[in-house]
């Protein structure tokens, strides 16, 4: 679906494990994107799209999907469902709901390198009648919006958990 040119990366190699005697060896990549003054770590072979406004980073990996959406709005503005941005966290969150026709889990204020943002977890059923669990946290700071998100079958909540977990944790600001 995208396709990436890198900025910069290099190799760190995983293995991990995590449930009850499962494992996953997963090699993840160090992803710096300078102009959105982002770096975050995704498995390896993931890909990217621009766009004039928005960059696109996505891979599925052991059947869970992560992605990053970073736009810079003064080159396209975001409009909420009928609302303005004057809290944009809460407009990304309720159009995450909108979205999915999903639940709203879990919320949570999170800070990475000085930055308000907020974590999410919803579930949902997807377009082939699936139970899906996923995780966004977004942030917004200095007219940009920047999207991290897991999704999963709900079946695979441990590997799903554990992706989450070293995708987000991975996640900082230059800006």
């Known amino acids: 679906m995208l396709r990436y040119t890198c900025i910069m990366f290099y190799f760190v ?4 494990t995590y449930g009850q005697n499962r494992t996953s060896a997963v090699t993840w990549v160090a992803v710096e994107n300078s102009t959105a003054g982002v770096a975050f770590q995704m498995p390896q072979g993931y890909e990217r799209k621009d766009t004039i ?3 696109l980073y996505k891979i599925e990996s052991e059947n869970v999907v992560l992605e990053v959406h970073y736009a810079d709005v003064n080159a396209a503005p975001i409009e909420g469902n009928g609302s303005t941005l004057s ?3 809460q407009t990304f969150v309720d159009l995450a709901i909108q ?5 709203l889990l879990s919320r949570q204020n999170v800070l990475v390198s000085g930055h308000q ?3 999410i977890a919803i579930s949902y059923t997807d377009e082939e009648n699936q139970s899906v669990k996923a995780y966004h946290c977004y942030f917004w700071f200095n007219n940009k919006v920047y999207a991290f998100s897991t999704t999963a079958n709900i079946d695979n909540s441990d590997l799903l958990n554990y992706y989450k977990n ?3 944790a991975s996640v900082n600001f230059s800006q």
């Open 53 to 55: 406004s928005t960059t």
């Open 99 to 103: 979205a999915t026709n999903g639940q």
């Open 13 to 16: 190699g995983n293995v991990v």
């Open 117 to 119: 943002g907020v974590e």
């Open 166 to 168: 070293s995708f987000f």
């Open 87 to 89: 809290d944009p966290l």
